[in-house]
């Protein structure tokens, strides 16, 4: 046995413990030690049954994620010890008892249900979220939960992956005992009532399969195919979970067919890089355990409009206090009417109760004045984009606040050290950029000034996950990572509208890619007025050479906004957020375009994801090579939680290693020859192409030197 797996005694029953942190997961010598203490047990009489808990903060929560990357890329024989244990635990001649708490998910509830009866505190949750990582369950989940839970529920938890709670398990007939008091000495006694009933261990695979309504599992179906469109996991899951219809072994056949196909995918090889993706943007250089945090327990934003609202209602899901400070009584007023809206929407949702929303609402203190800001750890200024009045409030804050407080700008675009120059503390400065809608998207974007303190950041990463969001740390310049790279795909889709595709086949074409909405209509959304206030900004900045888009500025100057002014790239109904194509528009676009001398023509889709996405990737080299994002996996990470790229394409920079370094080079200087200097290709991917390697390569490496 290895010091992975310990087998002692408690009398008559044997208790197997997983020790492999952090989270027990299935590693190899895992799976070979509780074989080797099965065996043990098995070999001696005076064990009557055999208790399987994890030691430390959760029984095992699947099999270990890295050996499936491996296996991906063609290693063999390294799961042959899961293998062997999965029917080794069920086939055992003693009852064992899986002891859940924690986390059972994956790998680790199909331990579990090999096991002939499983038990849990109360604070367990079970799962199988293997659809998550573009998989199915590979250890018999699809054929044994329907047995224990019913078709339905399997599928649902299969296809869905979400977790559910030991109430609802023990409910669904998963669990047989929620355990109140010490996990162990509960799950030892219902080992001992099971010797006491006597007879041989029940086994999931030999129960029958409780009968259904033969139409609930064509609703599931239709439900997740609306829900994970471009998913090929979920819809894989149902088709084995419909197979535990089967004799046991054909269903067994069936799963592991699907889990192969599944393994072997672009699909899963991106989302297996998203969830190392989400855990790596937390590594620092030089920002480890060892540095200060600060408690954050009362905040303070500064500016209750779109942003404002959404960020203050962060902080108050959170349970941190906020004050939410605005100019006008009339602002604050309609600032918190919105919030108010909000909440309410999710309770009318069933998400919330409205005890909560009024604790909620409780927690953000309005104001206009700045008089209880000394009680504030951190400030989150999102006033109007604008550097004079940006400068103007932090100076205002520096101070109204203490000198340890944490003053942080929401700002999109501006420079954070002159920001931080206008108070007298630029170490306690730093951006933490929300994404709309703020109280909705994952995304923080944390942007290190000069000067920001390991400290300060630090605290915002760790402040990032109390908030539920994903932080990712960035450099200063302008757009930062997000905005920065959504400029030259914002560009590229005007181009392809001007050369001669319509809006929506734009649109259509980059959905169908998988982006959650097309770049015009994301466009409409966020507000034309505030594009083109933007780019009014650095207009004196950008070369004259370079080739400007022609139709946004004459939107703009028509007064038509985008959503809010009910007509952008589209046109929107009354009381409607449909996007309508809008014939003015087309006519705008071939006059401009005949105006400028462009000649249009049928785009194909294919150009069009190639031309969008490509020009996102060239952006994205070059911010890699500056160190604006510490790796490119960050950058996916970003696509993915605040611009809606699938994160079943692993983000934009995955997206090129899968598609090939070489090929996207040779379109870009192929768009280069064709559109001029704006396609220059970065120099990292002109380097990257020519030497072989990818962007990936790329983050082993940074690994590996820090
Ligand atoms: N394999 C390998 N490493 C894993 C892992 C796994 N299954 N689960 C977590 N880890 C690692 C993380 O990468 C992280 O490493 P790091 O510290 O080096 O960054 C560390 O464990 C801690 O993880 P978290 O930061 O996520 O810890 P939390 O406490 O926030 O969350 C958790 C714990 C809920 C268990 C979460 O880690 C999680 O959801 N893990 C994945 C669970 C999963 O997907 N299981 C199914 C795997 S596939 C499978 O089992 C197939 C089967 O059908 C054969
Ligand atoms: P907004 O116009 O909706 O809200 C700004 C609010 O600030 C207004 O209600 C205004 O009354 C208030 N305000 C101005 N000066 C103030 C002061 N001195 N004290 C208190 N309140 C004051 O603007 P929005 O969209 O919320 O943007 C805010 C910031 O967030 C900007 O820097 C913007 O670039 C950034 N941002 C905006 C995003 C968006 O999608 N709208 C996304 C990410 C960042």
Redesign the pocket.
Known sequence: MSELVTLTRDGDIGVITVNNPPVNALSPGVPEGIEAALRECCADWSVKAIVLIGGGRTFIAGADIKQFAKLASGAKGIDAGMRSMFPSLEDCSKSVIAAIHGTALGGGLETALCCHYRVAVASAQVGQPEVKLGLIPGAGATQRLPRLAGLIKAAEMCAIGDPVSAAEAEQAGILDRVIEGDLLSGAIAFAREIVAQGGPPRKASDLSIPPCDPNALAVIRATVSKRTRGLMAPLKAIEAVEAASFPFAVGMQKEADIFKECLLSDQSKALIHVFFGERAVNKIPGIGKETLTLPIRQAAV???????GGIAMNYANAGIPVFL????QE?LDH?LAIIRKNYAATVQKGRMTAVQMEQRMGLIQPTLTYDRFAEADIVVE????GME?KKQ?FAELDKVTRPDAILAS????LDIDVIAAATSRPQQVIGH????PANVMRLLEIVRGKESSPTVIATSMALAKTLNKVGVLVGNCFGFVGNRMFEPYLRESQFLVEEGARVEEVDAAMVEFGMALGPLAVADL?GLD?GWRIKNGIRHLIPQELRQPLIADRLYELGRYGQKTKAGWYRYPEGSRVAMPDPEVQQLVEESARNAGIERRVISSEEIVERIVYALINEGAKILSEGIALRAVDIDIIYIYGYGFPAYRGGPMWHADTVGIKKVHERICEFERQHGTQWSPAPLLTSLAESGKNFSDLDTEHAAAS
């Not at 500064?302 to 404002?308: D, E, F, K, L, R």
């Not at 400070?325 to 006008?328: D, M, N, P, V």
């Not at 929401?410 to 675009?413: E, Q």
């Not at 950029?433 to 709309?436: D, K, T, V």
């Open positions: 500064v500016g209750a409009g779109t942003m404002g400070k605005e100019a006008t602002a600032g999102a006033i109007f984009e009045l409030v929401n700002t999109s675009t950029h929300f994404f709309s966020a505030v």
